[in-house]
């Protein structure tokens, strides 16, 4: 597809178990950024790559949120042992900027829903 | 400590008028200002883009003002429509890294 995909749209887990939520960028595009959005609020921010380096993770919340893109292109984001404040749309983004190199606007998919019970 | 601040969580205006959103930020380092538009159960949507080196850019009936001095920009759309209704967003990045979001404001146009 042309735009940035993610997978599940939702997710339903019971506190403590693990979930991974998947991104697919736009081909080529060099920058993804996974980002949190609490009901209410704007997105914010948790990791970056950079191809397949993550050059920030300084907006992941606990050592629970663990990212990769071992390939350059699909991401992951996995959570171990879920808890109830996880409960958000979680946002993937990419853009063919190289991070100093140029600004342009990030694209966004449609978000995985996140609910833990 | 929020660094891009939204402060109308919502506005009204009838279709045909002019609506104005505002957004203020505390960073100065801050070099690439965007807005997005935002709709139910969907991800942001690009909207229009202004670098720190323009205080305006212009795209249909979308204007975005930056005023470096105040730390603060602004959203025009005239004439607003029906379909603009939306949740739109303040970003702000530095370096063509990660963006910092205001809360958003939604719009609501009236026929």
């Known amino acids: 597809g042309a735009g940035v995909s993610q997978s599940p749209r939702y997710k339903v887990a019971k506190r403590g178990q693990d979930v991974a939520l998947r991104c697919d960028p736009i081909?080529?595009?060099?920058?993804l950024f996974w980002y949190q959005q609490a009901l209410g609020q704007g997105p914010e921010f948790l990791t970056y790559?950079?191809?397949?380096?993550?050059?920030?993770k300084s907006g992941l919340p606990s050592d629970r949120f663990f990212a990769e893109r071992p390939e350059g292109s699909v991401s992951t984001l996995k959570i171990q042992r879920t808890q109830q404040e996880d409960s958000a749309v979680y946002l993937c983004?990419?853009?063919?900027?190289?991070?100093?190199?140029?600004?342009?606007?990030?694209?966004f998919g449609d978000g995985t829903r996140l609910s833990i019970l | 400590d929020q660094q891009v601040k939204q402060n109308s969580p919502s506005l009204s205006v009838q279709e045909g008028r002019i609506s104005i959103l505002n957004c203020d930020y505390t960073?100065?380092?801050?070099?690439?200002f965007l807005w997005y538009k935002k709709y139910p159960a969907e991800g942001p949507t690009f909207l229009i883009s202004?670098?720190?080196?323009?205080d305006k850019n212009e795209d249909g009936r979308f204007t975005v003002f930056l005023n470096k001095s105040a730390k603060h920009l602004s959203l025009h759309i005239v004439p607003s429509q029906p379909g603009d209704s939306a949740v739109y967003f303040c970003?702000?990045?530095?370096?063509?890294?990660?963006?910092?979001f205001g809360d958003g404001t939604t719009l609501t146009v009236k026929p």
């Open positions: 970003a702000a990045s530095r370096l063509a890294g990660k963006s910092t």
């Open positions: 202004i670098s720190s080196i323009k």
């Open positions: 790559f950079q191809n397949e380096a993550q050059l920030d």
């Open positions: 983004a990419s853009s063919p900027s190289r991070t100093g190199r140029g600004n342009q606007p990030q694209h």
């Open positions: 081909s080529g595009h060099v920058s």
């Open positions: 960073n100065s380092m801050f070099d690439y």
